[in-house]
């Protein structure tokens, strides 16, 4: 199986590479990709770079063009997917209909992959997209399990890759409204989830309290570690009591579900985090490849403790085992 790598910047990338990557998925530095924040992301010179050095090391560069395009606005995400080609993408990843369309019939010979943003969670969404654009590769939403991705697998004629590591959220990828709710600008469309610009933390009564707009997300105690502000992760007082109402902080985690994934068929293996720091990148990069190295081997796979590179250092394996049902 393939280990797909985040980066986030063009050192991102080298770590990433030198880490053990087998291919690296990266945006440019604007609302065409689903991580546009402030310092992230490439311009089209640090692109054409990274993939030359990149390729030197025979590792493969995917580039996320994933948002969806505003009407009035196509020009922005048809010269996204143009430069990406242009400098050498051995593969676009895309979500927006239109995009899809525009890429198949303006440059037939591209690899296209289907992001996660598509949320094609079942065989006839991604017989669709294989028949009608060509798409070879398709990103699964995290709410499936092994044997549900194994009956999805034995049902398409396409390669399937899955999140083994990084951030979780509730929402169905590229369907989510809250942050928009609250901020104005969506993870869908403008690629911010929660962005920095409308993050505050104020002092009171002796606690840290973090807002995102004009709401209230948390409120941490003296010792406690304060996370980002997100809608979904937030911790709020209902006539149920307080807690996290949608989702607590915790990330995925699922080395040790490596061996049912392969046995279901799964092509590819991907690490989320690409506003994460390179410390992060080089950590879960080099512990997922010595996990597959020790897979490939025939030894026993063990989970390297990544608890510091963890939201609220607790991990938990998702949807992979639907332990509720």
């Known amino acids: ?15 990433a590479v ?15 990709n689903a991580r546009n924040f402030p310092g992230l992301n490439f311009s ?29 606005a196509l020009e922005i ?61 398709v990103v699964l ?31 169905a990828e590229g369907r989510c409204s809250l942050s ?27 606690r840290l309290v973090s807002r995102l707009g004009d709401f209230t997300i948390n409120v ?5 570690a304060a996370a980002y502000p997100t809608l979904c992760k937030g911790r709020f007082s209902t006539t149920f009591g307080t807690g996290y109402t949608f989702e607590e902080p915790v990330s995925l985690d699922a080395a040790t579900m490596l061996p049912g994934l392969r046995a279901a068929g799964v092509t590819a293996l991907k690490i989320e985090g690409r506003q994460r720091s390179r410390a992060y990148i080089e950590g879960v990069v080099r512990a997922f490849r010595r996990t597959l190295t020790a897979l490939d081997a025939g030894e026993p796979v063990e989970r390297a403790d990544l608890s510091a590179m963890t939201e609220g250092q607790t991990t938990t394996v998702g949807a992979y085992r639907k332990t509720w049902r």
Not at 84 to 94: E, H, P, R
Not at 154 to 162: G, K, L
Not at 220 to 224: I, V
């Open 44 to 72: 089209r010179e640090e692109l054409r770079t990274a993939i030359a050095f990149a390729h030197s090391r025979k590792v493969k560069v995917l580039v996320a063009v994933n948002t969806f395009a505003r009407a009035g």
């Open 220 to 224: 941490f105690g003296k010792d406690e």
């Open 141 to 171: 939403p995290r709410v499936l399990s092994i044997t549900e991705i194994a009956a999805v697998i034995r049902d398409v004629a396409c390669e399937t890759e899955v999140f083994v590591f990084g951030g979780l959220c509730v929402m």
């Open 180 to 206: 928009s709710y609250a901020t104005g600008q969506s993870p869908n469309m403008q690629g911010v989830c929660s962005p920095a610009s409308h993050v505050k933390y104020q002092e009171s009564d002796g």
């Open 18 to 32: 030198e880490a053990g990557a087998d291919a690296v998925y990266c945006g440019f530095r604007d609302e065409t």
């Open 1 to 15: 199986m393939e280990l797909i790598c985040p980066a986030g910047t063009p050192a991102a990338l080298r770590v």
């Open 77 to 137: 995400w048809h010269r996204a997917i143009d430069d990406a080609v242009d400098a050498g993408a051995d593969a676009l990843i895309l979500a927006d209909l239109g995009l899809l369309d525009y890429a198949a019939r303006r440059h037939s010979g591209q690899r296209l992959h289907l992001s996660v943003q598509a949320a094609a969670a079942n065989a006839d969404a991604i017989r669709f997209y294989v028949e009608t654009f060509g798409v070879r590769r």
